[in-house]
C-alpha cells in the first residue's frame, strides 16, 4: 500500500495479533493510524505458508475463546469481523508414557471424568475447578481480588499441592504446560489458569482456511476502517525527546511521526536497540534486564500423502516423562490440522506439525544445521512409534527452529511466549502496557495479560482503550 502521509494518529510497530487488534479499534474510532512491520506478511507467530499445496500453521495451532462469550470472540463481534471457526473436541489430548485421556470440550464434562478416574480424589477436583474458574474470572475483572493476591505469588505446582495428593491427576492436570511454556514448578498459578480455563471453559477453535487466514481477516478490517499498513518495512530508530516518543525510521530510511505509539515488539529490541534509553530510569532498563524470555521449539510440518491412515492420531501433548518434576522437559505437541479442516491440503492428503520442546539454549546452540538434523530425526523417530511407515508417505517436510522463530518475529531467541510466565514475570508482575515515555504503550505476549492468541487480543484491545479514552 502506498502511504503519502508522513504524521499520523497513532503508529503501531509490528503487525502481530495484538497490534493489529489495537490498531483496529483505533482507526474503527476515528484515529488516523499506521503498522509497520518487517515481515512480507501480518500476523507474527499468527501466519502460515504455503509448500505444493499444502498450507502449514507457521506457530499457532488453535485459539482459545472464540465463542459468543469468550474475549476473541467478544473482540471480533466488537469489530464487526466474521470468521469461522471449528470447535474442537476433544479440546485436546494428553499422553504419558504410562497412561493417557482425552480432555472433554466441556468443562462440565471434564469434572465429571476427573472424579471418576481418580476418585479418592473425587470430593476436591469440583472445588478446585471452582476456585480455578474464580481466579480466572478475577484476572478479566477490574477491582482487588482476595484471590489474585492469594495465589499470586504461587507456582501453578504449588497450587496443586494445596489441593491434591495423587500425583498421576497433577500430571494430568499439568500436562499443557507447554501453551505457556513453564512446567508447572516454574509456571505461575495465574499464568496457568489464565490459558488453561480459557481453552477449558471457552473453548479451543481453528479458524477455517488456516490461521492465517484468521490473521488477514482482521487485517483487513483494519484497512477498511481507514487504517494503513506498510509489510517489509523494518523499524529501525524511533526519535524520543523530553520522555515522548517522537517518530519512527524504517530501514528505507523513511520517517513517520505521530502523537502516540505503540510497541508490538520484544522490549528488549524496542529499549536497548530502537531507543536511545538515556532517558529512561535505569531501575525500569534494570529490570528489563534481569527478565527472562520463555523458551523456545523446533518445529516440523509434514505434507504427507493420501494413503497414509491418521485416523488414529490424536492432537494433544505426547509427554517423556513420568512424574510431576517434567525434569526431561521431553514433549512432542503433535497435531493433524486436516482432521478439522481437510482444505488445508490438497488431494485428500494430510498434515502433521509438530512442536518439540527443547532443553538446548539459544546461545550455546553451536552449528545450527547440526542441530535441525538431530531434531528431526529424533521427531521422526518418535512419531514413527505411532506411523511405523511415515517415511514413505512423506511428500512436503520444513523445519523451523528457534532461529527461524527469531527471524520472522524478531523476539529475541524465537522466544514463544514474550517473558517467561514465572511467577515474576506474571501478572503485576510483567510489563505493564506505560512506558517511561508517556505516549508509548505495550500491547503483545512481552506485557499483560501474557501469551497466547487470546491473551495478545486482549492486551490490543486494552491499549486502544487506554489510548481512546486519554
Ligand atoms: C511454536 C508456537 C506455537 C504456538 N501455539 C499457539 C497456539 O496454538 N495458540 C495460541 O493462542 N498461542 C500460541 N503460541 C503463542 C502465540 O503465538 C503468541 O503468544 C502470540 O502470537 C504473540 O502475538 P503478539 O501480537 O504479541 O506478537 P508477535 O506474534 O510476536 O508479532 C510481533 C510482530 O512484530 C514484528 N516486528 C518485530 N520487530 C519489528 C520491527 N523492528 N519493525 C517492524 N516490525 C517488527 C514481527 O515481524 C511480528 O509480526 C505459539 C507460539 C509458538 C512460537
Request: net charge neutral; hydrophobic share 40%; charged share 20%.
Amino acid at each position: 500500500m502506498n502511504v503519502k502521509e508522513s504524521k499520523y494518529d497513532v503508529i503501531i510497530m509490528g503487525a502481530g495479533i495484538a497490534g493489529l487488534i489495537c490498531g483496529a479499534f483505533l482507526a474503527k474510532n476515528g484515529k488516523k493510524v499506521l503498522i509497520l512491520e518487517q515481515h512480507h506478511i501480518p500476523g507474527g507467530y499468527c501466519t502460515s505458508f504455503k509448500r505444493k499445496g499444502f498450507i502449514f500453521d507457521a506457530a499457532v495451532h488453535h485459539i482459545g475463546g472464540c465463542g459468543k462469550w469468550g474475549i476473541v470472540g467478544r473482540c471480533l463481534s466488537e469489530l464487526d469481523i466474521n470468521i469461522r471457526f471449528l470447535r474442537l473436541d476433544p479440546m485436546d489430548s494428553i499422553h504419558f508414557p504410562t497412561f493417557s485421556l482425552d480432555v472433554p470440550a466441556e468443562l462440565d464434562d471434564y469434572v465429571q471424568l476427573l472424579t471418576q478416574q481418580f476418585a479418592s480424589e473425587n470430593k476436591t477436583i469440583p472445588v478446585f475447578f471452582k476456585e480455578f474458574v474464580g481466579l480466572y474470572r478475577s484476572t478479566v475483572s477490574t477491582g482487588k481480588s482476595k484471590l489474585l493476591s492469594k495465589y499470586q505469588d504461587l507456582t501453578y505446582k504449588e497450587m496443586l499441592d494445596m489441593y491434591f495428593t495423587d500425583e498421576r491427576l497433577k500430571m494430568v492436570l499439568s500436562a499443557q504446560w507447554g501453551y505457556i511454556g513453564s512446567p508447572p514448578h516454574e509456571a505461575s498459578a495465574i499464568g496457568m489458569c489464565q490459558m488453561l480455563v480459557n481453552y477449558l471453559k471457552d473453548g479451543a477453535y481453528y479458524p477455517v482456511g488456516s490461521t492465517q487466514n484468521f490473521t488477514d481477516r482482521i487485517a483487513q478490517k483494519f484497512i477498511d476502517y481507514g487504517g494503513q499498513i506498510m509489510l517489509s518495512s523494518t523499524i529501525k530508530k524511533i526519535s524520543t525527546k523530553n520522555t515522548f516518543a517522537k517518530g519512527v525510521i524504517t530501514d528505507k530510511g523513511e520517517e513517520f511521526f505521530a502523537d502516540n505509539f505503540v510497541s508490538n515488539i520484544d522490549p528488549l529490541q524496542l529499549f536497548f536497540t530502537l531507543i536511545d534509553n538515556q532517558e529512561i530510569e535505569e531501575s525500569y532498563l534494570h529490570k528489563i534486564r534481569k527478565m527472562k524470555g520463555s523458551g523456545s521449539f523446533f518445529l516440523l510440518y509434514l505434507g504427507l500423502d493420501s494413503r497414509i491412515d491418521l485416523k488414529g492420531l490424536k492432537r494433544g501433548f505426547y509427554h517423556t516423562s513420568r512424574d510431576m518434576s517434567f525434569a526431561d522437559n521431553g514433549w512432542f505437541y503433535i497435531s493433524v490440522p486436516t482432521h478439522a479442516d481437510a482444505s488445508l491440503s490438497p488431494d485428500n492428503k494430510q498434515i502433521i506439525t509438530v512442536v518439540v520442546s527443547i532443553k538446548e539454549r539459544f546461545d550455546e546452540i553451536e552449528d545450527w544445521n547440526i542441530f535441525k538434523e538431530k531434531k528431526k530425526q529424533y521427531t521422526i523417530r518418535y512419531l514413527e512409534t505411532f506411523l511405523p511407515n511415515i517415511q514413505n508417505h512423506i511428500d512436503v517436510m520444513e523445519m523451523g527452529t528457534p532461529r527461524t522463530l527469531e527471524r520472522y518475529t524478531l523476539n529475541s531467541k524465537g522466544a514463544a511466549y514474550g517473558w517467561a510466565v514465572t511467577v515474576d514475570q506474571t501478572w503485576s508482575n510483567r510489563l505493564r502496557h506505560t512506558t517511561p515515555f508517556r505516549n508509548l504503550f505495550l500491547a503483545g505476549h512481552w506485557t499483560n495479560p501474557g501469551p497466547g492468541i487470546c491473551a495478545v487480543v486482549s492486551s490490543g484491545w486494552r491499549v486502544a482503550s487506554m489510548i481512546l479514552n486519554n
